[in-house]
């Protein structure tokens, strides 16, 4: 739970167009078709990463470095042959 000051609160209230009560009522479906009327278009997703973004996070996610346990055990038979 974020806990914010009221000069905060106040400032996203004012930028966002309604209050953050209301905010946090809402579902995400509410919430997606609320950003594209104030929006004025629809949400939309490319299908391409930018390059830029893929990056930002934990970093090995974004390079694929995590690795379950099975695939640890898979790729330790296939170099020892345990």
């Excluded at 953050?20 to 609320?34: F, G, H, V």
């Amino acid at each position: 739970m974020y806990r914010m000051k009221s000069d905060t609160k106040s400032n996203l209230e004012k930028s966002l167009g309604i209050s953050l009560a209301e905010l946090q009522k809402m579902t995400a479906d509410e919430e997606k078709i609320w950003v594209e009327k104030r929006a004025g278009r629809p949400i939309r997703y490319g299908k391409t990463i930018k390059p830029g973004l893929s990056g930002r996070g934990n970093p090995l996610l974004s390079r694929r470095k995590i690795r379950t346990k099975e695939e640890l055990d898979r790729r330790g038979k296939e170099i020892y042959g345990v």
